[in-house]
T-cell receptor, first 113, second 114 residues
Framework: NAGVMQNPRHLVRRRGQEARLRCSPMKGHSHVYWYRQLPEEGLKFMVYLQKENIIDESGMPKERFSAEFPKEGPSILRIQQVVRGDSAAYFC???????????FGPGTRLLVL | GENVEQHPSTLSVQEGDSAVIKCTYSDSASNYFPWYKQELGKRPQLIIDIRSNVGEKKDQRIAVTLNKTAKHFSLHITETQPEDSAVYFC?????????????FGQGTRLTINP
């Protein structure tokens, strides 16, 4: 049973470009969470999605950031017009329905030049 | 909203000694408290969790205690080993509008000295 998968593991973008981060939850998990971790800091909640629905996006910046979890395929976190301050590790986690335990993917380390 | 405070931010102990990390939370409705271990450049890994209907839980050298009245919970690692060196995060779950999410503490960097 494969764990949570994320790709790419490393992503380099220039200022103004778009970044697309993908997350495939564990088999049998239908809830996906995205977190951002700045260097030497903790994990900050961004968004919580179920299939085809955004449940809670209170931690996601209103501009430039969007997330989706389509009926088929991975969850996508999209950052438009990236800025240097977007450089961070982005982790996704998944859980089963009605279970609180979240399992994390390996993360995508985004570097904006 | 929920706020989780974690102390200390750094902790250094001799190999074989015990390590204790403490967290407090603000939302009395929180009912699930996991602990994650994160090694450098790796993903956070769940090491132990506790639910609010339990006061203590143990798994080999790791134990977690919960005091609901005082709204704090602690991680205890006994007989520490060099491979225990990592950053440890506590978290508390909150429910908002039908959604459940985790709020994390700031992390504790644990160093085990041989």
């Amino acid at each position: 049973n494969a764990g949570v998968m994320q790709n790419p593991r490393h992503l380099v973008r220039r200022r103004g470009q778009e970044a697309r981060l993908r997350c495939s939850p564990m088999k049998g998990h239908s809830h996906v969470y995205w977190y951002r971790q700045l260097p030497e800091e903790g994990l900050k909640f961004m968004v919580y999605l179920q299939k085809e629905n955004i449940i809670d996006e209170s931690g996601m910046p209103k501009e430039r950031f969007s997330a989706e979890f389509p009926k088929e395929g991975p969850s996508i976190l999209r950052i438009q017009q990236v800025v240097r301050g977007d450089s961070a590790a982005y982790f996704c986690a998944s859980s089963r329905v009605l279970e609180e335990t979240q399992y994390f993917g390996p993360g995508t380390r985004l570097l904006v030049l | 909203g929920e706020n989780v405070e974690q102390h200390p931010s750094t902790l250094s102990v001799q190999e074989g000694d015990s390590a204790v990390i403490k967290c407090t939370y603000s939302d009395s409705a929180s009912n699930y408290f996991p602990w994650y271990k994160q090694e450098l450049g790796k993903r956070p890994q769940l090491i132990i969790d506790i639910r609010s209907n339990v006061g203590e839980k143990k798994d080999q050298r790791i134990a977690v205690t919960l005091n609901k009245t005082a709204k704090h919970f602690s991680l205890h690692i006994t007989e520490t080993q060099p491979e225990d060196s990592a950053v440890y995060f506590c978290a508390a779950s909150i429910q908002t509008g039908g959604a459940q999410k985790l709020v994390f503490g700031q992390g504790t960097r644990l160093t085990i000295n041989p």
